[in-house]
DNA sequence: CGTGATCTTGAGGGAATTCAATGTCGGTGG
DNA sequence: CCACCGACATTGAATTCCCTCAAGATCACG
């Protein structure tokens, strides 16, 4: 049997498709099971009472979420277009895990990477608009580029929602990275990076 | 054997005494042990190359941290006032895990407590300072109170980096809560909660 | 090509920061 | 025991960054 837990996954479960916008779970739902992105991308996010909204990551092909080793999900989870995704009942994967020694550490791994990108989240928050902006685009070059075009799953909205940013301090400083001659704004939703020095300029870290 | 990892760790590693404000553990060291509070306080925190400090949370006695599950520390940890620590080689839990099939389950039930926390933390710093001091005190007093009288083992500038605010602004708002009757400054360190339901009203879930 | 959703831009305002001065605490030595 | 000293905390004034509100531009899609 295949021990690798992330690249095997996709041999014990079924692929499920969700439309653009529609919800996967939600918070505080049963986390009976965890998925891995197929095709698409999704977003997890907490809603406050009076309606704000944090985007805690986004999930793109390759990606495994929705473990988060608790009986309750603690984000709700949407597709944010078309997405295919892979199903893995959590109760399957603990079956596995008595007869397979490798599967907890593997999980303790997706744990460690999960922890890492919420640690990195919550480093971020604290930063000025400017450096957010930079390190998400960086971050995004890495994970949704060709080259150095970034291919934006998501709309202004959810990067706002997801930097801790209003709206409109997105818009103006894409503008203003753009009139630097940093990055070009090909589409609302193809960005070109010109010069990604000039943004690892911006961040600190 | 006593299978229950966090009641059962002292039983596995020597004690280390850490004066105030002296290094336990700084960021990318290798992550070669994990702690148990004894006694005293800790904070973990990252540091920008500005010198900008985030405290990613306060550690008091019970608490378990630097289990990061990964090779090097993602955070420095200090202690905050003279402090009592059990110190246990990772090495060690490792080969426990071999042969305790429940320990990996309790590594990964204390990953999962580490990623809620980080989970909020970064939920909390989209919010108003308002919202972080009311939200900061009513952890405390769960975590670190007599009755309603918090003792704080940490400075205004532990709280303000720990909330992302100046520490201007932390003692502007304990200032303003106590002139809203919602709590009493005893001294700098400790501070009544004389109206909780108050507190609560200003946090929003 | 029209329509609604999404994005941008501008103006004004507000929350939190920075800078600067003053106040308070706790420990130490006289 | 108390007065002093340095560290820590508070307070005020001015500023800055980002948000909100509002209007206009652009895109995606039928």
Redesign the interface.
């Known amino acids: 049997m295949n021990t690798d837990l992330k690249n095997s996954i996709y041999l014990l479960g079924p692929t499920i498709t969700y439309r653009r916008n529609s919800e996967i779970f939600g918070e505080s739902e049963a986390a009976d099971y965890f998925y891995k992105v197929i095709s698409g991308s999704v977003r997890a996010y907490?809603t406050?009472?009076?309606g704000?909204r944090?985007i805690?990551g986004f999930y793109i092909p390759g990606d495994v979420f929705g473990l988060?080793?608790?009986e309750y999900h603690?984000?709700s989870a949407e597709a944010i277009r078309d997405t295919k995704l892979i199903i893995l009942k959590r109760a399957t994967m603990n079956a596995l895990?008595?007869s397979n020694?490798s599967i907890?550490?593997q999980?303790?791994?997706l744990?460690?990477t999960?922890?890492?990108r919420?640690?990195n989240?919550?480093?971020l928050?604290?930063?000025s608009a400017q450096e957010r902006m930079a390190e998400f685009l960086l971050e995004m070059v890495e994970r949704a580029a060709e080259g150095n075009i970034i291919e934006l799953p998501m709309m202004r909205q959810d990067i706002a929602d997801y930097l801790?940013l209003s709206i409109e301090t997105v818009s103006r400083i894409l503008r203003s990275l753009e009139a630097a001659t940093a990055i070009k704004i090909l589409t609302y939703r193809r960005i070109l990076l010109q010069n990604p020095a000039a943004l690892r300029s911006l961040t600190?870290?």
Chains 1, 2 share one sequence.
Do not use: M, N
């Open positions: 907490k406050l009472s009076d704000r944090q805690g988060e080793f608790t603690a984000f895990a008595g020694v907890p550490q999980l303790l791994t744990a460690s999960e922890l890492r919420a640690h989240h919550a480093l928050l604290i930063k801790g600190s870290h």
